[in-house]
């Protein structure tokens, strides 16, 4: 997983946000399964390239693999979505993540 985390945050910093998306889907067909840090460092990656279709998609996923996201994939994620569409919209997102977050500590 240290390698793959290494790799995708690279492609965060060179702006290569589907290089980074490649990246962790190869780690499914290498059965290497994907921790927080490489979420979020592959929403970051979508963040920088404005992909917010895709940097909800891995938040999602996060969720789904029961683990609960920190604040900054949350934090990119909704950075990635006042980047493409609205202010409104990344505040529904993080209202999202808020009400998950308080669930998961009851």
Do not use: H
Request: aromatic share 6%; glycine share 4%; charged share 20%.
């Amino acid at each position: 997983e240290i390698a793959f985390n290494a790799a995708i945050s690279a492609c965060e910093k060179g702006k290569q946000w589907k290089m980074a998306l490649e990246i962790f889907g190869m780690m499914a067909q290498v059965a290497v399964k994907p921790g927080k840090i490489t979420y979020s460092s592959a929403i970051a990656a979508c963040e920088r390239g404005c992909a917010w279709v895709q940097a909800i998609a891995l938040l999602d996923a996060l969720v789904l693999s029961r683990t609960l996201p920190e604040a900054i994939c949350a934090g990119s994620a909704a950075s990635a979505v006042t980047k493409a569409v609205s202010r409104e919209a990344a505040l529904e997102l993080l209202q999202r993540m808020l009400q998950l977050w308080l669930s998961d500590s009851e």
